[in-house]
């Protein structure tokens, strides 16, 4: 019989916050999961080389290369990327597979890829069934649109997300966990984690019917809420306490919960982060801002651009017309300065010369009627960028896989895991082509 694996991707879990939740929270899934063997891995990567990010990190785990190998630096890139990810190479050898959510992944050539889910932020890939694009719409609107969004927009993008209720699996555990999705919201109402955390876990569970509906051999389910909820609400070590991180991992225990209910006996789960991230509260402040509105910001700055898509929350990429007005945009970003310091990270894109990123990169505390300069003009801080939150949590080059799977030894850097995973399959093929022989 054939063993289908589930690759839970929780994106950037602290391992030793997990051991401290099941320790005082009623997760029992959870826990199930920190008791399966275990292996760590690294990455060579830093944040002076820009890659230490999410969507560089989960390439390298699906495409087995390192970040100087594949070049994926940015969120949205992966239509230039020249490297096969583990579903296209296992559609290649007849394994089937459902991915759902992974960063900066596309579908690329998997014929026998049963569905596909991209992230918000990758604007090129839609999904497939293309019956999954109304569930796609409302984060992808909300991923562009977070400061201003057009309320009928939004109403009608949530109307269309809504639809995922009229599948009885998914309306079940809806109402069933509404009303504490509503008590947070109502207790946090200017924080966006209580809203966030309850989409993903219904965006998790749609997975779970779509994986039930194909019963594919590989699949992938990558979910965010806890690296959000580590960035910006891990306000203390002791988190026996905190109402946000105890709400994410409410779900994520049912998520797994779920997850391990409908495999099969011989069925077996990887769960891992890529990377993960440490706590920052005795580190200088580091705080988050973002641009109020990017084309606000790039006119008053002079820049004549064409287009402006706003990617995670502090960066976005420009197009241009000509490839003077992005060179004079270039510059002009590169040399905007607060309290002399740089404000922005400027990239080119060596197949898209008429494309430019940037990325908000001031961290430090600024008094909201400071001054910063660019083009040579002056303007209010607080005019331009909105604080985030102060940070409470950051990235670093450890990750954890757990698995009832074994996982070699030689298994050291995320990347390794792509070859894992081939493995997997492949030792089933190899025994199974034993048996026919014997047989």
Not at 354 to 364: N, P
Request: net charge neutral; glycine share 6%.
């Amino acid at each position: 019989m054939k063993q289908r694996l589930i690759v839970f991707e929780l994106n950037e879990f602290n391992r030793e916050l997990l051991m401290k939740a099941v320790s005082n929270m009623n997760l029992p899934h959870l826990k199930g999961i920190l008791d399966l063997p275990q292996q760590m891995t690294m990455t060579d990567d830093t944040y002076e080389s820009d890659c230490l990010e999410p969507w560089v990190q989960w390439v390298n785990v699906h495409t087995g290369k390192t970040s100087s190998e594949h070049g994926i630096r940015h969120l949205g890139d992966v239509t230039k990327l020249k490297h096969k990810q583990i579903w296209e190479t296992l559609s290649d050898e007849g394994v089937t597979s459902g991915i759902w959510g992974v960063l900066n992944g596309n579908l690329g050539h998997a014929p026998l890829c049963r569905f596909f889910f991209p992230d918000p932020w990758t604007f090129s890939e839609e999904a497939t069934p293309q019956h999954l694009n109304h569930i796609l719409e409302f984060p992808r609107y909300l991923a562009t649109n977070r400061i201003r969004p057009s309320l009928p927009k939004l109403f009608l993008k949530f109307l269309n997300f809504s639809r995922v209720l009229s599948v009885p699996f998914v309306f079940t555990r809806f109402i069933r966990h509404l009303p504490r999705a509503f008590m947070m919201i109502a207790r946090y109402p200017r924080s966006e984690f209580s809203g966030f955390c309850f989409f993903e876990y219904l965006s998790a569970m749609v997975f779970c019917h779509q994986w039930k509906k194909h019963k594919p051999e590989f699949s992938i389910l990558f979910v965010n809420m806890l690296a959000h909820l580590q960035h910006y609400h891990w306000k203390n070590l002791d988190i026996s306490g905190n109402k946000k991180i105890h709400y994410g991992l409410f779900f994520i225990d049912k998520i797994i919960g779920e997850l391990r209910n409908m495999m099969g006996e011989n069925d077996k789960i990887l769960v891992t982060n890529a990377l993960s991230q440490k706590n920052t509260l005795e580190e200088d402040p580091w705080i988050s801002y973002r641009p109020r509105d990017h084309e606000r910001f790039l006119k008053d700055a002079g820049i004549d651009f064409h287009h402006v898509e706003a990617l995670m929350s502090y960066d976005a990429n420009i197009e241009f017309t000509s490839g003077e007005a992005r060179d004079l945009a270039e510059s002009i970003l590169s040399e905007a300065s607060l309290n002399g310091r740089k404000l922005f990270l400027t990239d080119r894109y060596p197949d898209a010369p008429m494309r430019l990123f940037y990325r908000f990169q001031f961290t430090d505390p600024v008094n909201p009627e400071s001054l910063f300069k660019v083009n040579g003009r002056t303007f209010m801080f607080d005019h331009y960028f909105a604080t985030i939150a102060e940070r409470t949590g950051k990235h670093i080059q450890t990750g954890t896989a757990y698995s009832n799977t074994f996982v070699s030894s030689k298994v050291k850097m995320n990347h390794d895991l792509f070859g894992h995973i081939l493995s997997f399959f492949r030792s089933q093929k190899d025994h199974n082509i034993k048996l026919e022989k014997t047989g």
